[in-house]
């Protein structure tokens, strides 16, 4: 059984361009959450879905930052127009029946 | 809002000491508690989780108690190896509507030989 699986592994963005990153969850979870975690600090959660629907998006930005679970094929994180203060890793969790996340191996941001 | 404390690395030991990480929480309700490990470069790994007062959880060696009365959840590893070394996150799932995760800051643990 596959884990989470997350791509690109590593992205590297110019300021002012669009990054996209893909999550897709282990075989047969329908619950994706999506955490950043900035340098040197701890994971902070962003954004709840299921499939179809956002659940809870209090941890997301405001502005230039989106998510969707699709039906068919992965979740998407969008980040448009990235500054270098959005640069980080990006870690999805996929949720199993009961309550326990697996987390993915992280799509690590560089905007220069 | 709930929140997680966990004190603060790098913590460096010799192998085969004794490991305590410690972790408070502040929460609501009644949360579930989790450590995860990273090690570099890599994703968050479970290591082990406790979901009700008084449960231990235990995985590989490492240990932590549910302790309701004093809000605490720390870590404890009888004797540390080198491959031990990673950052370990104490986390709570709020067991709402999302179950979203809250992590403390981490805490780096360097194991020399």
């Known amino acids: 059984n596959a884990g989470v699986m997350q791509n690109p592994r590593h992205l590297v963005r110019r300021r002012g361009q669009e990054a996209r990153l893909r999550c897709s969850p282990m075989?047969?979870?329908?619950?994706v959450y999506w955490y950043r975690q900035l340098p040197e600090e701890g994971l902070k959660f962003m954004v709840y879905?299921?499939?179809?629907?956002?659940?809870?998006e209090s941890g997301m930005p405001k502005e230039r930052f989106s998510a969707e679970f699709p039906k068919e094929g992965p979740s998407i994180l969008r980040i448009q127009q990235v500054v270098r203060g959005d640069s980080a890793a990006y870690f999805c969790a996929s949720l199993d029946r009961g309550e326990t996340q697996y987390f993915g191996p992280g799509t690590r941001l560089l905007v220069l | 809002g709930d929140s997680v404390t966990q004190m603060e690395g790098p913590v460096t030991l010799s192998e085969e000491a004794f490991l305590t990480i410690n972790c408070t929480y502040t929460a609501t309700g009644y949360p579930s508690l989790f450590w995860y490990v990273q090690y570099p470069g890599e994703g968050l790994q479970l290591l082990l989780k406790?979901?009700?007062?008084?449960d231990k959880g235990s995985n590989k060696g490492f240990e932590a108690t549910y302790r309701k009365e004093t809000t605490s959840f720390h870590l404890e590893k009888g004797s540390v190896q080198v491959s031990d070394s990673a950052v370990y996150f104490c986390a709570l799932s709020d067991r709402g509507a999302t179950n979203k995760l809250i992590f403390g800051t981490g805490t780096l643990l360097a194991v020399q030989p």
């Open positions: 879905l299921q499939k179809e629907n956002i659940i809870d």
């Open positions: 406790a979901t009700k007062a008084d």
């Open positions: 075989k047969g979870h329908s619950h």
